[in-house]
């Protein structure tokens, strides 16, 4: 009898909450959280400023990240650095169970960019540039409850997940002017953790659940750990330039797409116990160490540029991603799409088109040889999901001051989404997330 009780109890506790455990299990092993726009973008705060409107433009040192074209531009040797800090606030609703509502929040500063750019002459204009590039965050924190409670089951669950990370890539860019109305340029993306950063995310998921089977005490620990390490690969952004006229602009880029190598390792242990009269403890384990391809996908845009005056520049970009080709494929040679955790055969993840527009006005201050600029811009930027996209928008605001051969560009950018279907993160559960990144970045002119 007692032995019948028991299995009972336990296949009731590993329906209830082992199954959900490995629910997150399996989450946490097939999909890739990131936290920032998924999209690929450039860096920099004036960029930024402009609501991210800049392939047209695309006329500092961060060209090499928006569009490698408009390196030619650039007439003097010069130096950038970028940082910027992130605030991500995510408010979780659930209506099947309302115990689930709670607020995410997490925040990092963090060197955005980095470059040394340097143009010349060889029968025509060139430009070179050596720069480094932060693409891809994966800061995601936070907690929760869930309420078992039916027919001999009383269960309290807390559940606490942690992701932390980030990957960039070492890029070698330069541009030709190959008429003076259009130049072409390409830029090296170098992906890799063996040089001065880390190139990787590792996520913590522990559950505790408290309360009784069957008139039983039971306590059940889960504890899952994903690492990823060693993202590596090569690709490249191809971009063009064309100035159409003293007024127009049109920039093109495409990011090509790459297979991408990481190290992953996973583990799984759960310790379920029973209290009298069964005093039992079952412990479940599961560990993988393999390495894994990240099949990364193609990216391309568009962009025009109007310059209204010497002083009044607008942009609009539209531009592409195809999140159907990103593949996650194990050491069993198993593929799953990386956006819902489902295998490659069974998903359907729709592409993503995002539109941005902003604009500059420069107040030239000759007496002062100064020039400040005022900024903004708006922008879709939708994220990929199962059979749909996820909504978000954003607003940029931004400016600076350029004196002699120093320039300080700073911007504050508002990215949301509302009502956000968030199942992939809390079962049942949608969100309205903010992200406000506040980038600030300094130009010296050699």
């Not at 070698?172 to 090296?188: D, K, W």
């Not at 310790?271 to 391309?300: A, C, H, R, W």
């Not at 990103?326 to 993503?352: A, C, H, Q, W, Y």
């Not at 940029?396 to 199942?423: E, M, P």
């Amino acid at each position: 009898m007692l032995r019948y009780r028991l299995f009972t109890i336990l296949l009731l506790a590993t329906v209830l909450v082992f199954s959900s455990s490995e629910v997150w299990a399996q989450t946490i092993f097939r999909q890739i959280g990131i936290s920032s726009s998924p999209s690929p973008v450039g860096s920099g705060a004036r960029a930024l400023g402009m609501g991210g409107a800049f392939i047209a433009v695309a006329d500092d040192a961060t060209a090499a990240s928006w569009n490698p074209g408009g390196l030619i531009q650039l007439e003097k040797p010069e130096m950038s650095v970028v940082t910027d800090y992130t605030y991500k606030r995510a408010e979780f609703t659930s209506d099947e169970r309302p115990e689930i509502d709670n607020t995410a929040e997490v925040d990092k500063f963090r060197l955005n960019y980095l470059s040394f750019t340097y143009p010349f002459q060889l029968y025509k204009n060139f430009v070179v540039s050596l720069n480094y590039q932060r693409l891809y965050d994966f800061d995601i924190d936070f907690r929760h409850q869930l309420d078992f409670s039916s027919a001999g089951v009383d269960l309290k669950q807390e559940r606490d997940f942690n992701q932390d990370g980030y990957v960039g890539a070492l890029g070698l860019a330069a541009a030709v002017e190959i008429i003076p109305q259009l130049s072409f340029g390409v830029t090296l993306n170098i992906w890799t953790e063996k040089l001065l950063w880390r190139n990787g995310w590792d996520a913590k998921f522990s559950e505790t659940s408290v309360g009784s089977i069957s008139g039983v005490s039971t306590t059940i620990d889960t504890e899952v750990k994903d690492k990823y390490s060693d993202f590596e690969g090569i690709n490249f952004n191809l971009g063009l330039l064309w100035n159409i006229n003293k007024y127009l602009t049109l920039g093109a880029v495409v990011r090509t797409p790459f297979t991408a190598s990481a190290r992953h390792d996973f583990n799984f242990k759960q310790v379920q116990t029973f209290g009298p009269p069964l005093d039992t403890t079952v412990t479940s384990e599961q560990k993988i160490k393999e390495n894994v391809d990240i099949d990364m996908p193609l990216s391309y845009g568009l962009g025009l540029s109007c310059r209204l005056s010497d002083a009044f520049t607008l942009d609009l970009d539209i531009s592409r991603t195809h999140w159907s080709d990103f593949i996650l494929k194990d050491s069993e040679g198993n593929k799953f799409s990386p956006i819902d955790g489902r295998r490659k055969s069974e998903s359907n993840v729709k592409d993503t088109t995002a539109v941005r527009f902003g604009g500059e006005y420069l107040f030239i201050l000759e007496k002062l040889q100064m020039v400040v600029p005022l900024r903004a811009g708006f922008f879709y930027d939708p994220e990929p999901a199962e059979d749909d996209v996820k909504d978000f928008f954003g607003v940029s605001i931004g400016s600076g001051v350029a004196y002699k051969r120093l320039l300080f560009d700073a911007a504050y950018q508002l990215r949301w989404g509302k009502d956000v279907n968030t199942a992939n993160l809390i079962a049942t559960s949608e969100a309205d997330v903010y992200q406000h990144t506040f980038i600030a970045s300094v130009i010296y002119h050699f």
